[in-house]
Nanobody, 116 residues
Framework: QVQLVESGGGLVQPGGSLRLSCAASGFTFSRYRMNWYRQAPGKEREWVAGISSGGGPRNYSESAKGRFAISRDNAKSTQYLQMNRLEHEDTAVYYC?????????WGQGTKVTVSS
């Protein structure tokens, strides 16, 4: 079965950096576009970034553009989200996502708290 396991969240000061990881299993990772979403307290889940199956085209939300970088290692079935210049507004639970045959799969999420 599809499994997505996020890691790397934590407490960071404004302006700091974190690198999130998502280890995937149960499907052929290299065939699918991968995404990162986040859900802030009291808000709906929102898309943050996506990367094509081969690691080529990458897309970002306006809030992530210029500060976050999505990447993947198909040999390790893992995707990453490098987050720089973090702001209070980036505080959220971050989720790894893949859509397979019109069905969305999610990890359990990793919590990121940006606070001084």
């Amino acid at each position: 079965q599809v499994q997505l396991v996020e890691s790397g969240g934590g407490l960071v000061q404004p302006g700091g950096s974190l690198r999130l990881s998502c280890a995937a299993s149960g499907f052929t990772f290299s065939r699918y576009r991968m995404n990162w979403y986040r859900q802030a307290p009291g808000k709906e889940r929102e898309w943050v970034a996506g990367i094509s199956s081969g690691g080529g085209p990458r897309n970002y939300s306006e809030s992530a553009k210029g500060r976050f970088a999505i990447s993947r290692d198909n040999a390790k079935s893992t995707q990453y989200l490098q987050m720089n210049r973090l702001e209070h507004e980036d505080t959220a639970v971050y989720y790894c996502n893949v859509e397979i045959a019109y069905q969305d799969y999610w990890g359990q999420g990793t919590k990121v708290t940006v606070s001084s």
